[in-house]
């Protein structure tokens, strides 16, 4: 089982940059995809991010292709989200997920992963 903290969020203006982080407890975090996934008031949850276990792959949901990027450092325990040219439509409570897997695939739905953070809140301004 794993464990996930995410932080990070905030107040930015539109333009603005935020870098999350999600720390993950446990000793077999390299053997876990990881997902970013966000939710604004009164929408469903929707895909952010995606990053495969050791970090050579990763997918974007295409409002955030070209503004965010999702890495991993496998030693720290972490999964981070780089979101540049922020807008006001980027706010939401931002979560991680893990999904215990080594393939290649990259999943976007949410019921594929297994473990979920509280999440962070990002609010942009206009």
């Known amino acids: 089982q794993v464990q996930l903290v995410e932080s990070g969020g905030g107040l930015v203006q539109a333009g603005g940059s935020l870098r999350l982080s999600c720390a993950a407890s446990?000793?077999?975090?390299?053997?876990?995809?990881m997902g970013w996934f966000r939710q604004a008031p009164g929408k469903e949850r929707e895909f952010v991010a995606a990053i495969n276990w050791n970090g050579d792959r990763t997918y974007y949901a295409d409002s955030v292709k070209g503004r965010f990027t999702i890495s991993r450092d496998n030693a720290k325990n972490t999964v981070y989200l780089q979101m540049n040219s922020l807008k006001p439509e980027d706010t939401a409570v931002y979560s991680c997920?893990?999904?215990?897997?080594?393939?290649?695939?990259?999943?976007?739905?949410?019921?594929?992963?297994?473990?979920w953070g509280q999440g962070t809140q990002v609010t942009v301004s206009s």
């Open positions: 997920a893990a999904k215990r897997t080594q393939s290649t695939v990259l999943f976007t739905m949410t019921y594929a992963y297994n473990y």
């Open positions: 446990g000793r077999t975090f390299s053997t876990y995809a």
